[in-house]
């Protein structure tokens, strides 16, 4: 059974850091294009970034503040956040594709205050 468990937000003033955990089960998230979405209240779901064979990608609007790495041991893929902005406020949530089939994460609250 595939599990997500994200972990590691919270609120913070802006400028400051959180960094976010995925821990994944049932899969091995070295081998899993795996990504970090986010909504806002009243907003769809958007991509943050991905990892996918060790490379990462971002979106335009965290390139350069937010890092996707993976710890293999733990089996947990995280999202560095630096200079955090009001507008970076939302949940944020990892997935993972395994044969065919994406699973989500619970989520977890970033808020970000000005």
């Known amino acids: 059974q595939v599990q997500l468990v994200e972990s590691g937000g919270g609120l913070v003033q802006a400028g400051g850091s959180l960094r976010l955990s995925c821990a994944a089960s049932?899969?091995?998230?070295?081998?899993?294009?795996m990504a970090w979405y986010r909504q806002a209240p009243g907003k769809q779901r958007e991509l943050v970034g991905r990892i996918i064979s060790g490379i990462t990608s971002y979106a335009d609007s965290v390139k350069g503040r937010f890092t996707i790495s993976r710890d293999n041991a733990k089996n947990t893929v995280y999202l560095q956040m630096n200079s955090l902005k009001p507008e970076d406020t939302g949940v944020y949530y990892c997935?993972?594709?395994?044969?065919?089939?994406?699973?989500w994460g619970q989520g977890t609250q970033v808020t970000v205050s000005s």
């Open positions: 049932g899969i091995i998230a070295s081998l899993q294009p």
């Open positions: 997935n993972a594709l395994n044969n065919g089939r994406l699973y």
